[in-house]
């Protein structure tokens, strides 16, 4: 839950630009959603609401903004989605696999929705693979939609460009295995995988179709992206012009029975609910006996206002003690208004529990339109502003870290300030040295978009050792909850984030002075930078000597 910044954005214009199809892929926890748009016809954006179903392989199988995240491995093949029979067993919520760091509170969706037909990850089937092959289906139906409505010799020669969003909270190492996941699937056949955070995302579309023209510079809001099994928050400052359901499985209540009246709950029931605890809602439970007892009638089962509070309370509880806890971190500025996206965004109860909670301090409480495609939507939109294609009304500019990051260095040891037992001796320089964390970003820092930070480095290798190798620097971060401060030393609350390789063979060898040590042996000085830029939910690096930039270097996830 990060602070973030944005500035108005002036109207570029359409630019000419190569023909692209650019496709945004809103891969969700329960529900996966999907937009698209020729890079030509910038203002002409489509969202698929067609999705095979186990009748139909094409698309007059079901009509919906979303389509469920789920796969069955049935006889060599793959079902996913809509596809899947109902009452077959199903893989579900294996996207927050990819990050195991997570407190799952609200996204322990295994213990809080027990599924008779949901099957566990194991080692045949990890969670890499679950991910690969449902992104693999989802750009295989892309390729069929377009092929309905771009001609073939068009779309041959047209590349595609994907954009795929993941959640704020996920650790780097999760934002890098999605992007491996998306290339093994097969989205960069064509061009690089790009990423977005989900709120940023939902932030982009909500803010330009509410077009909320009392948000002016200065003011904070707090986004709660709310869907079907996660929650999400973050705060914004302007700087410049879910619940799940859960049914008692009685013995009565065959599987096909229990998924007809899971599915009338979500589509229905859960949407329409106000907080009236005398409403009267009726499910399809065909082929149950009547019974006054469990309020079962004519195949119906009545449920009662009270009974749905049941349902929502604890999960609005949770989402009301989260929204709490963002508004104080946003201290001493009090947000103008908290703007609801997502599925469960939508719900009118939780908008006006929320409202109920904030409305001594003055704050609004809005509901974003079309706030279950929001995510999708506003990662298009962000792919188009990327490309000069589309002008936005809000663009990130700037985020404030939520961890330390930094990378340990030798210094010369000093008694005061350093631990003796530490030290060890340099012999180019003759003296005691001793590694440290030299922080180059702090926890609460303002890091700018795409503005690339450069770590400068200044190494020594024996001239009688040859041409300067490769150098690798290692990346820490460390995540200090209790805002203690980033420690001076390697430690158990110090992990190691990525592991950045820079190849010096690319650096002529005439590029690096020679100078002797304090030993008599003669060494090059070898001094470079590796430039790290930050974006949405990726960081570039880059190796830099003499102000050369060498391009890319190798970062590999730890």
């Known amino acids: 839950m990060a602070s973030k910044t944005l500035k108005r954005k002036r109207d570029k214009g359409d630019v000419g630009r190569d023909r692209v199809i650019l496709v945004a892929v809103d891969f969700g926890t329960t529900f996966s959603g999907i937009a698209w748009v020729y890079s030509s016809q910038p203002n002409i954006r489509n969202t698929i609401i067609q999705w095979p179903n186990s009748i139909s392989d094409g698309l007059e199988g079901i009509t919906k903004p979303k389509v469920p995240t789920e796969l069955q491995y049935a006889a060599g093949s793959i079902n996913w989605g809509y596809k899947i029979p109902d009452s077959a067993n ?7 696999s990819l990050d195991p760091t997570q407190e799952r509170n609200l996204f322990s969706l295994e213990r809080e929705l027990p599924d008779s037909h949901a099957l566990a990850t194991d080692s045949n089937v990890t969670a890499e693979k679950l991910v690969i092959d449902y992104l693999t289906a989802l750009r295989q139906h892309v390729e069929q939609v377009l092929q309905y409505k771009t001609p073939k010799d068009t779309l041959a020669r047209t590349p595609l460009q994907y954009c795929l969003t993941v959640p704020a909270v996920w650790s780097e190492t999760a934002q890098a295995k999605t992007r491996a996941c998306a290339v093994a699937a097969g989205m960069a056949k064509d061009n690089e995988v790009t990423m977005i955070t989900e709120p940023e995302a939902a932030a982009t579309y909500a803010l330009d179709a509410m077009n909320p023209h009392d948000l002016k510079v200065g003011s904070t809001f707090v986004l709660v992206d709310a869907g079907g099994g996660t929650v999400d928050l973050i705060s914004y400052k302007v700087v410049r ?8 499985h009685d013995p009565m209540w065959e599987d096909e029975v229990l998924q ?20 009267v809602y009726t499910i399809p439970v065909s082929g149950l006996a009547d019974s006054t007892t469990l309020g079962i009638r004519r195949g119906k089962l009545t449920v009662t206002g009270a009974d749905v509070k049941g349902v929502f309370q604890p999960v609005i509880d949770e989402i009301i003690t989260l929204v709490k806890g963002q508004i104080r971190a946003t201290r001493p500025t009090i947000p103008q208004a908290v703007l609801l996206v997502g599925g469960f965004g939508q719900s009118s109860y939780l908008r006006e529990c929320i409202r109920r909670v904030v409305s001594d301090s003055g704050i609004d409480v809005m509901q ?19 490309h000069a294609l589309l002008s936005i009304c809000v663009d990130i500019i700037e985020r404030r870290a939520r961890k330390h990051y930094g990378v340990e260095c030798s210094v010369l040891f000093d008694a005061e300030k350093h631990d003796i037992l530490k030290r060890y001796w340099c012999a180019y320089k003759g003296a005691f040295v001793i590694n440290e964390m030299q922080w180059f970003v702090n926890k609460g820092d303002v890091v700018e978009e795409r503005e690339p930070n450069q770590l400068h480095f200044r190494r020594q290798r024996l001239v009688v050792s040859g041409h300067p190798e490769n150098v690798i620097v290692a990346v820490f971060f460390c995540a200090d909850r209790d805002d203690i401060g980033a420690p001076r030393y390697l430690g158990p609350s110090v992990k190691e984030l990525v592991r950045v390789t820079a190849d010096l063979h690319v650096v002529p060898l005439s590029a690096f002075p020679v100078s002797n040590g304090k030993d008599g042996q003669a060494y090059y000085c070898v001094c470079y930078q590796i430039a790290i830029t930050y974006y949405s939910a990726s960081t570039k690096y880059e190796l830099i000597h003499h102000g050369k930039n060498y391009g890319p270097v190798t970062a590999e996830q730890v």
């Not at 199903?90 to 927050?96: L, M, N, S």
């Not at 012009?241 to 008692?248: D, M």
């Not at 974003?368 to 990327?386: C, K």
Request: hydrophobic share 35%.
């Open 241 to 248: 012009s879910i619940p799940i359901a859960k049914a008692h």
């Open 260 to 279: 007809e009246a899971m599915t009338t709950f979500e589509t229905f029931t859960k949407g329409s609910y106000q907080g009236c605890p005398r409403e």
């Open 368 to 386: 974003s339109p079309n706030g279950w495609t929001a995510v999708v939507e506003g990662a298009l939109m962000r792919v188009l502003s990327q």
């Open 90 to 96: 199903r893989h579900k919520w294996f996207k927050f």
